[in-house]
């Protein structure tokens, strides 16, 4: 089935050592999204990708840095995990005029 | 900017009963798509229904359906037959229709369904 996957499920690091989260579709969608929801709150955007266009959110700290090698794959680095940024990751991804975006199973992030 | 509001953090309900989520927005656009996302605990995001602001017309989908008030703002889930999956964290979410702009979620509603 067509799908959004994202590796590992679970992830746990320890602080300031870097960390790279994964994310792939078989959508073949243009536009792909990076979330960080933390407990009982809502999604909140990190960057998004359309095509090869990254666009950056203001408030996402430098800590955090993305890639997108082609269409099926989208990377989240972060490069000195703090305990704040311990939280699940959500990649999405959407269609132009789809505008219906299909989330992955999340990667739980835990720093140590 | 456009803003979601979702005024009840936690409801509960009945099994087989059925509830009402609320949900308001603000925007100043004329064209776009409202979505209620369900995320179980511990468990992926899943696209509950989608309401384009063109149509007048309720969407529905199965025991799910919306009523949405294009002049109010207002954008309501009903869950009929309710049942224990259901039990979830509901989000309100918008996005214009514009191709690549990110969803703005509201911050949610925790929905217990009891046995």
Known sequence: DAMVIQNPRYQVTQFGKPVTLSCSQTLNHNVMYWYQQKSSQAPKLLFHYYDK????????????????????????????????????????TSSPGAETQYFGPGTRLLVL | AQTVTQSQPEMS??????????????????????????QPPS???????RQEAYKQQNATENRFSVNFQKAAKSFSLKISDSQLGDTAMYFCAFVR????????????TRLSVIA
């Open chain 1, 53 to 92: 266009d990254f666009n950056n959110e203001a408030d996402t700290p430098d800590n955090f840095q993305s890639r997108r090698p082609n269409t099926s794959f989208c990377f989240l680095d972060i490069r000195s995990p703090g305990l704040g940024d311990a939280a699940m990751y959500l990649c999405a």
């Open chain 2, 43 to 49: 468990r992926q995001m899943i696209l509950v229904i």
């Open chain 2, 13 to 38: 309900v009945q099994e087989a009963e059925t509830v009402t989520l609320s949900c308001t927005y603000d925007t100043s656009e004329s064209n776009y798509y409202l979505f209620w996302y369900k």
């Open chain 2, 97 to 108: 229709f514009s191709g690549n702009t990110p969803l703005v979620f509201g911050k949610g």
